[in-house]
């Protein structure tokens, strides 16, 4: 890995324009019509303990069965010898192996650029895919919302290797009429919700209006504005992201920030941003969370993707860097006042430790929110602020459980909870007649979630030290996908840009 000061300089030689007409490339994945698991143990996503060994039925898309592996044989296969099972296209053994819903990353952006140069089109969906990560919400469309909604058909279709994505577009406008028809447009391109940011308070109830008249949910990174949580509640919000405007309804009158603040400057913005859970008044917080919950609000925290901002040392050198992080992707995350998430110009001890602190407070009522019954999801929001695909939403599940989540709880919020929030009344959850969106695991997540990492965990067999985990199998919609290949695709992509990429003097 080149040193982390030096990525800054890097400059690339191959065109943009070349790398821009990359499609993805075809799906690896196949769907078979009975696909036979064998012996593994079962992680449902309802927060029940773990079963198994179990067997697990896959017809087409949909899971036919699933059934202790020491019962008479159930699938008509006339011997319980998985090798030779006659009426199965496909058995995979997951002997020691542990299977899991598939993940539901709910804020996973997708991007084809990073630093103002392209990256292979399938490189984003390829490291989701190899960690697990079923589906994904793309908060905004960022990349057009053509382009979002044709890949999301083509990932239905397996005609290209992708999670299935569920696209939300960015609306706002001028004026209430403007934002009517900016929602009416988002649907008729094809878009199935909406992301909504800063407007004036008549234009956001023009939005949230004509959103609930076509169907459309919204998702709101509210910031700072007009509007805080309770009113993002009340005017029918489905999913809240991050945490503005939980804190600052909290706060008796004005955030208490510098007189020369500025939100415009992000160094302003993320540093004192740091001081709004200490600023907030627990009893009224109490009340925010509840009218949340009167209006069932979702909350999808993303507590992985600020984690540099309390410990910025360890967010530069994450040890997956070096295979799996594009030259452009790491240049993206240097400090730069024209990027977005590249704020870090002047971060200090005190900024890390008051970050620390707004953790802390924050975490504790995340928590409070579930344990009152709120939904609570994972997303990722990678590619900003040293965090990457997949590698970040196995992060933010870390960080659940620090928040003090038990580890089946943590998997509950990564699957069916983030299910439930999207309306997927057949997914998120391992049980017959549900679509088959799994993933299979090296390793027992329930005893240390670090295995869902694609460079796997040091561990110790027969005495000496071996190195194991990763998901083995991913199979969305009942489509075989092999993980292991996908990441190995994503280091040949590093690779190779690693080789066309020079570091100026």
Same mark, same amino acid.
């Given at each position: ?27 690896? %994945?196949? =769907? ?9 143990? /079962? @992680? *449902?996503? !309802? #927060? ?29 296969? %006339?011997? =319980? ?9 496909? /058995? @995979? *053994?997951? !002997? #020691? ?409």
């Amino acid at each position: 890995m080149l040193p982390t000061r030096s990525i800054v300089a890097l400059v690339a030689l191959t065109t943009a324009a070349t790398l821009a007409a990359q499609a993805p490339s075809p799906s690896s %994945g196949q =769907r078979y019509n009975r696909l036979l698991i064998r012996n593994a143990m /079962v @992680i *449902d996503g !309802t #927060g029940n303990p773990a079963r198994g060994p179990m067997d697990i039925l896959i017809e087409g898309s949909t899971i036919a069965r699933v059934v202790p592996a020491r019962a008479p044989d159930e699938f008509g296969t %006339g011997r =319980r010898d998985s090798a030779r099972a006659p009426n199965a296209d496909r /058995v @995979i *053994d997951a !002997t #020691g192996m542990y299977v899991m819903p598939g993940i539901v990353d709910l804020h996973g952006h997708i991007h084809f650029s990073r630093n103002r140069q392209a990256m292979p089109k399938d490189y984003v969906y390829k490291l989701w895919l190899g960690h697990g990560i079923t589906t994904i919400r793309e908060p905004g469309s960022g990349e057009g919302t053509d382009t979002t909604v044709a890949h999301a058909r083509l990932s239905a279709e397996n005609r290209i290797g992708a999670p299935t994505i569920v696209p939300y577009v960015t609306v706002s406008g001028e004026t209430p009429a403007a934002a009517r028809e900016a929602v009416r447009r988002a649907k008729a391109k094809g878009g199935v919700g909406l992301k909504v940011f800063i407007n004036r308070p008549d234009v956001w109830e023009a939005i949230a209006e004509e959103a609930k008249a076509l169907g459309l949910p919204i998702a709101t990174d509210l910031k700072i504005q007009e509007l805080d949580a309770v009113g993002a509640a009340r005017l029918g919000v489905r999913t809240l992201e991050h945490w503005y405007g939980v804190p600052d309804a909290a706060i008796p009158g004005p955030q208490h920030f510098p007189v020369d603040y500025s939100y415009d400057d992000e160094l302003d913005r993320f540093r004192w941003a740091g001081d709004l859970w200490r600023q907030a008044d627990s009893a009224r917080l109490s009340a925010v969370l509840d009218t949340m919950l009167a209006h069932n609000v979702t909350w999808d925290p993303t507590f992985a993707v600020y984690e540099a901002n309390r410990d910025l040392a360890r967010a530069r050198t994450l040890p997956w860097f070096p295979e799996y992080a594009l030259p452009n992707v790491l240049a993206f995350f240097e400090p730069d006042p024209h990027r977005h998430g590249s704020y870090h110009f002047d971060w200090t001890t005190t900024d890390e430790i008051m970050w620390r602190n707004n953790y802390r407070i924050w975490m504790r009522w995340v928590r409070e929110y579930a344990a009152r019954g709120g939904n609570v999801t994972v997303g990722s929001d990678a590619g900003f602020i040293y965090h990457l695909y997949g590698f970040a939403t196995v992060r933010e599940m870390e960080l659940h459980q620090e928040a003090g989540f038990h580890p089946l709880e943590v998997i509950q919020h990564a699957t069916s909870n983030g299910a439930k929030a999207l309306g997927l009344s057949t997914t998120g959850v391992i049980r017959q007649g549900f679509e088959a969106d799994l993933a299979i695991i090296d390793g027992n997540p329930l005893h240390n979630l670090k295995v869902l990492y694609g460079t796997g965990v040091e561990t110790v067999e027969n005495g000496r030290a071996v190195r194991r985990g990763g998901v083995r199998w991913t199979i969305k919609d009942g489509i075989v996908f092999d993980a292991p290949q996908l990441l190995a695709d994503v280091r040949e992509m590093v690779r190779r840009a690693k080789e066309t990429t020079t570091v100026a003097p």
